[in-house]
C-alpha cells in the first residue's frame, strides 16, 4: 500500500489539471448489417448525445470522463442499452450496435433504457456476456480474459484456483472451444495442456476485447466440438480517426497496445485500421517473489488489420501467438523440503503457439442477408520434458515433442426471409500431426506422424410469433473425418432446439435440447504402439446429450434473476486402458493428456441446478451472483457404476460487485467457494520406485476428498484524464482474507536437513501452505 501511495504522490502534479473531456464514436446497424441513419445515441443521465449519419455512424464529444449506460434508440427497433462504458480523455474503443427489429409499431422514438438484459434467441439460456471494461476492471484476475470467465456463473476453479482451466457445469477442461472473432482458436492460454486447453495465464489481451460471451448450453450450430462450451471473443477494430495506444505495466506482464488508421490521407476516418499489441511477462519474478520454484517466462503478439473495401464489402486479418518457456530453480541456497519436491516433479515446457486468419464479410445490396468466409491457420509446438535431475535437466525419462498444425476454411450465410432467419455454412479442415514420444515408465517408444480432413454442415432456423412473445430456433450440424475407422456424418447428425416464451410481462420461460459431438485429441488419435500401429483408429466422436430449462424475472430493464436446471448425457467417452478411468479426471495439470491407448466405451451425466442474480451498472453499482448445486459422475470400463468426477464438488458460488466513488475512483470485489472435491490419491509404494514420476491410483477415486475452496479478491481504482492522455492506477490483493486453498498431499524422498536421501528410499507427506494474500500494483497508461 505504501508503493501505491507513493506513486499517487508523484502524479500528483498531474493529478491536479486532470480536468479535461472525452469523445465516444462507433456505428449502428440492424440484424442485416444495414447502417441505420438517424438513430439517437444517448448518454443515460446526461444531455450529451448524437444522431447516427447515413453510414450509421455517430460521434459524442465534450463527455466529461467517468463510467455511464450507452443507449440507442430508433423507430422500429428494439432500444439497445451498452452498460458501464468507460469514457476517458484518451483511449476510448469504438461502441457499436446491431439493433433488432421491433414487433410493436412505435409513433415516436423514445430515448430510454427500457431495453432488458438480452440473449441471442439461438442461445436463450446459459449465456453470460461482459464487455471490456468489465473485464478490465475485473478483480483477482490481472486483466485475463479466461481468469474472468472462471468467475461466471456454472464454473468451477481448477485445483488450488491458479490455472485457466474452464470446467463448466460439470464438464471436463477440454470440453469447450474458443473463438476469435469467429476463427477457432485450439490454445488460448500459456504453457498449455495438450490434449486440452488450460494453463496458468491466458493470452488474449484485453485491449482489443469488445465483448466475451460464454455460452454454457444451446451452442450455435455454427461451432463445432463443443460439449459443455463456447467461448466468444469479439476483438473491436482499431481507432479510424486518431493514433493512440496504451501501456500496461502489472506484477505479472507488461503490454504494449498501438492502433490507428491507415491510408487515412485528409479524410475524418480511415477505410484500413490497424490494432496490434505484444506483451512480456513478469510472472516467473512474481513466482520467485513468493517462493515458489517455477519459472513462467513468456511473449505474446496479437493483431488485427481491417479494411472496408466498400459499403458492403469488408476484410480483416487477425493473429495471435505466443512464445513460452516453463522451467524451474531454487528460490534460495537453504534446503527447503517442499520446494525440493516441487522442483522434481514440475516438467519443462517450451512451447511456440501462432494462429492467423483472413476474414472477408460480404452484405448483400438487396438487403436479404450477408455472408462471412474465414481462411485460417493454427499452430501448437510443444516440447514437454521431465527429468529424473531436473536442476541439470539430466536424464530425462518422458520426452513428448510435437507439432498440431489445422487449416481451416469456414463458411457462413445468413439469410433473412420476412421473419425468418435462416443461417447455414460448412467447415474444411487440413489437420497434420507429428509426435515424438519417449516415456521410460510407461515404456512408450514411437514417432508419429498423420494427416487427414475433417469437414462439416450445419443449418439452423430462428423466427419469433405470437407478438415477440415465443422465440423459436431450430438447427443441426453434422461432422465427420477421414482418419477415424467409422466416422460418417450421419452418425454425427446433431439436433438442437430452444424456445423462450414470455408467458408474464418481464417474466421468460427459456428451454432448449441439443445433441453435440467432439472429435479426440491429435494426443490420441496420433498414438502409436512400440510396433507403430495406430491403436486409436477406432476411436468415436464423444457425444454429449443437454436439457435445459429455466425461468427468468426481469426486475428492471438493467436486473434479472434466473433459475435455471441442467442435465447433460455424455456416450463414448474416452477411457484409459492403463488407469482405467475416464479421460474426463485427466487434463486438468501440466501434462500431456490422451497420449495413451484408449477405449471410447465411457459414459458419463452432469446435473443440477443454477440460481443468478444479475445487476448492470445501475445508481454506481453492478454485480453478478450466482449459487449451483451439480453433481459430476463418469463410468470406465462398467458403464453402470459412475464415479464422481475430480471437480464434483456439488456447490458453486461465485459473485463480482463493484462500486462506481466520486473523482474516478471505483472499489471492486470478487468471491469464488466450491465445495469438497474428491482427488485421486498417490500409489505410495509404486511412486517410490518410480520417483519423481507421480503414479496416481485412479481406483481409489472419491475416497478421500480435498478441502473448501474460498477466495476473496479486491480491487482499488483511481483513474486520471489529461488533456492528451489519461492514467488508471489499480491495487488489488488476491485471497485477503488468507484462506488456504486445498490441493492434493505432496509427496517427496525422505531427506535430512541437508537435503541428502535418508536410505532406504522412501516417500514422505509434506506440508504446504497455499493461504498467502498476493498483493500487486498495476498502472495503465492511454495515450
Known sequence: MKSFIAILLIFSPWILKAQNTGEIFGRVLDEKNIPVAGASVLLENTIKGAQTDIDGRYLVTGIEPGSYNLIVSYLGYETQTKYNILVKSKGNPSYDFILKESAETLDVVVISSSDKISRPKETPLSTQSLSANEIANYPGSNNDVVQVAQTLPGVSPSVGGFRNDLIIRGGAANETVYYLDGMEVPNINHFSTQGSAGGPVGMVNVSFISDVTLSSSAFGAQYDNPLSGVLQFDQRNGNPRNFNG????????????????????????????????????????????????????????????????????????????????????????????????????????????????????????????????????????????????????????????????????RYALTKFFKDWKVNTGLNLQYSDYQNRTRNLVADDFFNSEIDFVKYGFFGNVTNTFFNNKLDVSFGFRMDADTFLENSNLLDTFSPRLSLSYEFIENWRLNGSIGRYYKIPPYTILGFRDNDGSLVNSDAKYTLSDHYVLGVEYFLNPSAAISVEGFYKAYDDYPVSIRDEVSLANKGADFEVLGSEPIATVGRGRSYGLEFQFQQKLTRNFFGIFSYTYFF??????????????????????????????????????????????????????????????????????????????????????????????????????????????????????????????IPPRTLVELEQDNSQPIPSLGIVFDF
Not at 513478469?282 to 496479437?302: A, K, S, T, V
Request: glycine share 4%; net charge neutral; aromatic share 14%.
Open 632 to 757: 459430476s459422475e463418469f463410468t470406465s470400463f462398467n458403464r453402470d457404476v459412475f464415479v464422481p468426477s475430480v471437480w464434483d464438488s456439488r456447490h458453486l458460488i461465485s459473485f463480482v460487485g463493484g462500486y462506481k466513488l466520486k473523482r474516478n475512483w471505483e472499489v471492486s470485489s470478487r468471491y469464488r467457494f466450491a465445495g469438497q472435491t474428491p482427488f485421486v490419491p498417490t500409489d505410495i509404494e509404486a511412486t517410490t520406485i518410480t520417483y519423481p514420476n507421480i503414479v496416481l491410483d485412479y481406483s481409489r477415486l472419491d475416497e478421500q476428498k480435498l478441502g473448501v475452496f474460498s477466495q476473496l479478491d479486491i480491487r482499488i481504482d483511481k483513474k486520471w484524464n489529461f488533456k492528451r492522455s489519461s492514467l488508471n492506477l489499480f491495487f488489488e490483493v488476491q485471497n485477503i482474507l488468507a484462506q488456504n486453498a486445498p490441493s492434493p498431499p505432496l509427496y517427496g524422498l525422505n531427506r535430512d536437513e541437508n537435503g541428502t536421501i
Open 246 to 409: 496504451n501501456f500496461r505495466i502489472s506484477a505479472s506482464e507488461a503490454a504494449l497496445t498501438l492502433e490507428g488508421p491507415l491510408f487515412k490521407g485528409q479524410k475524418e476516418e480511415s477505410k484500413t485500421t490497424v490494432l496490434a499489441s505484444v506483451r512480456r511477462s513478469y510472472l516467473q519474478f512474481l513466482f520467485e517473489l513468493i517462493g515458489l520454484p517455477f519459472r513462467p517466462n513468456y511473449w505474446d503478439y496479437q493483431y488485427k488489420v481491417r479494411h472496408e473495401i466498400n459499403a458492403y464489402n469488408s476484410i480483416s486479418l487477425i493473429g495471435l501467438g505466443s512464445i513460452d518457456e516453463f522451467s524451474v530453480a531454487a528460490s534460495s541456497e537453504e534446503f527447503d523440503p517442499v520446494e525440493q519436491a516441487q522442483l522434481e516433479q514440475a516438467p519443462f515446457i517450451n512451447q511456440r503457439t501462432n494462429a492467423i486468419g483472413l476474414t472477408w464479410k460480404n452484405r448483400f445490396k438487396n438487403g436479404t442477408g450477408f455472408m462471412q468466409t474465414t481462411l485460417s491457420q493454427n499452430m501448437l509446438n510443444n516440447e514437454f520434458t521431465r527429468y529424473e535431475n531436473p536442476r541439470t535437466q539430466e536424464n530425462p525419462f518422458f520426452i513428448n515433442d510435437s507439432r498440431e498444425t489445422e487449416t481451416k476454411l
